[in-house]
């Protein structure tokens, strides 16, 4: 039964890890960018969430909603001042620029908030901590439930906005071809802009989650970042149900690990990342010519 | 009148020059067939026209305007369609999508899906498939359709038989005389000459990124064309 609760435990946690990387597989998709300010910018959004609700005394809820539109319009900057110009020197120069960028939000947060750990959980009320009991054995968490089915609502959103919607086509030829798309009559860098304030507005929702389920530092970005990237390798760059699944299989690895011993938490799910890494270059389905011409 | 002028036209490609001071016009309902050489800049001249590679000297007027400074998307706003070499299309999305995002502006013009699948009959039973696994021709033809899609007034196809089967090409070409038979205003690069010859109203031969020959296409022989291809003296149209 602990077993079970385990890997129960590892879905939500799988949730939250697909939340975080949602941005992340949205932008790479559509721009074939690894945006490596994705957890600094989680961690902005939180606490700008956390400034709201502490100093203005706002409900986390309306914090949220407040931080949804600011995150996009800090996306819509981002790709106007940060990502175009880097994209113009090659696949390589956004890495380096996103890289910079994360850099200097962890600092700019560490002077404007300083080192003490945050976290909105205060603000929440018994939604922090409250649960239903499955079995004597078995309990969720409510924030967990929550959790889980906003990941599957915004993935299945952003799922069906890209196949159902006349805007999911023209983001998708862009994605494809973005000379074609200015040679039909699409502005392809309004496209991208708009991509990047989707994708902002998707790490809002992330960030709330990590101020509401945890503590939270300045440089507390890095973390965040690494369990998306690994979410998106293993569920497959691009693909967004992909990414719920590489959530949940990282935090059931997690969990698992966790569960033999404490220490091999982490460790168990950086095992799971290398090995799908591996195994895909492996089996062809990333092979290095793709990977090649990507980089080309 | 004129619906495009092209001015004195540079293009370069780095420290090449690929269009040499080129000027030309296009009337309304005609076709212009422009011939060459393997780089003579017959594709990079539909492309600056078409706003997909940036002019470096000379003027690009469309219905009255200069154009020269718009982006792609503004000039294909204003009524100018390319058809790339290569087909270029959305290989991921069903033929039906890449008709799709081309035509749902809302510009409520005379191109419809129905209209295309009329035109193009090779492509009624492919709608939903994905236009990454459709033959040559059936993508050559999807191409030209998403470029309808745009309602042009001038219609610029590079190569449309570039690669394609003798069969294929024909089936192009058919939907293609239906669609000049219409009245529609094309510039068309073509390496088969004597096809150019036969669609076009006038040729333009053109030789190391200048015009070595201009003429009306009924009077033109095979020979004049091919002179001017070569280079040879006594070209001039």
Not at chain 1, 21 to 48: D, E, K, P, Q, T
Not at chain 2, 79 to 98: C, Y
Request: aromatic share 6%; proline share 2%; with cysteine.
């Amino acid at each position: 039964m602990i077993l079970l609760n385990q890997i129960l435990q590892g879905v939500f946690l799988g949730a939250y890890y697909a939340l975080i990387a949602c941005g992340l597989s949205f932008l790479f998709g559509v721009m074939r960018i690894v945006n490596l300010a994705h957890g600094s910018l989680a961690v902005l959004a939180a606490f700008l969430m956390f400034g709201l609700s502490d100093r203005l005394g706002l409900s986390p809820w309306l914090a949220l909603l407040a931080a949804v539109p600011v995150m996009a319009l800090v996306g819509w900057l981002l790709q106007l001042l940060v990502l175009e110009r880097s994209l113009r020197g090659g696949a390589l120069v956004p890495l380096l620029s996103t890289f910079g960028l994360a850099i200097v939000l962890d600092n700019l947060l560490f002077e404007g908030f300083g080192a003490d750990t945050r976290s909105l959980s205060p603000y929440i009320g018994d939604l922090s901590f409250a649960s239903w009991a499955l079995t004597n054995d078995i309990s969720v968490g409510q924030l967990d439930v929550l959790g889980l089915a906003a990941a599957v609502v915004l993935l299945g959103g952003l799922q069906m906005l890209l196949a159902r919607t006349r805007l999911g086509r023209v983001i998708r030829a862009t994605a494809e071809d973005p000379e074609i798309v200015g040679l039909i009559g699409i502005d392809a860098r309004a496209v991208y802009a708009l991509a990047t304030a989707i994708a902002m507005a998707l790490v809002a929702i992330a960030g709330a989650f990590l101020a509401m389920r945890a503590t939270f530092t300045p440089y507390s970005g890095g973390a965040q970042l690494i369990f998306a990237f690994e979410t998106v390798v293993i569920g497959g760059f691009g693909s967004l149900w992909g990414t719920l699944a590489g959530g949940i299989v990282l935090g059931v690895a997690q969990n698992l690990g966790a569960y033999v011993s404490p220490n091999m938490f982490l460790i168990s799910g950086h095992v799971v990342f290398l090995a799908v890494l591996v195994a895909r270059v492996w089996l062809g389905e990333v092979s290095w010519r793709r990977l090649r011409a990507r980089v080309a | 009148m004129a619906i495009l002028s092209v001015e004195s036209l540079d293009a370069r490609h780095g420290l090449l020059q690929a269009v040499r001071g080129v000027s030309l016009s296009v009337a309304e309902r005609e076709t212009l067939a422009l011939v060459g050489a393997n780089g003579a800049g017959k594709t990079t001249l539909l492309r600056t026209i078409a706003g997909a590679h940036r002019a470096s000297g000379g003027r690009i007027v469309f219905d009255g305007a200069d154009i020269t400074a718009l982006p792609a998307h503004r000039r294909a706003r204003r009524g100018i369609a390319l058809v790339p070499e290569g087909r270029r299309l959305f290989a991921g999305m069903t033929v039906e999508e890449n008709l799709l995002v081309a035509g749902g502006r809302g510009a409520g013009g005379e191109w419809t899906l129905d209209r295309i699948v009329e035109t193009f009959p090779q492509l009624k039973a492919k709608l939903k498939a994905r236009a990454g696994d459709l033959s040559g021709g059936q993508q050559q033809a999807a191409a030209i359709a998403r470029a309808l899609m745009t309602n042009p007034r001038l219609l610029l196809l590079d190569e449309v038989s570039l690669g394609l089967s003798p069969v294929a090409v024909d089936g192009v070409y058919a939907s293609l005389r239906g669609l000049l038979g219409g009245g529609a205003t094309v510039v068309l690069v073509e390496q088969d000459l004597a096809r150019a010859l036969r669609i076009a109203d006038r040729v333009v031969c053109l030789l190391e990124g200048r015009i070595a020959y201009e003429g009306a296409a009924r009077g033109t022989t095979r020979e004049q064309v091919m002179r001017a291809y070569f280079g040879l003296r006594g070209a001039a149209g």
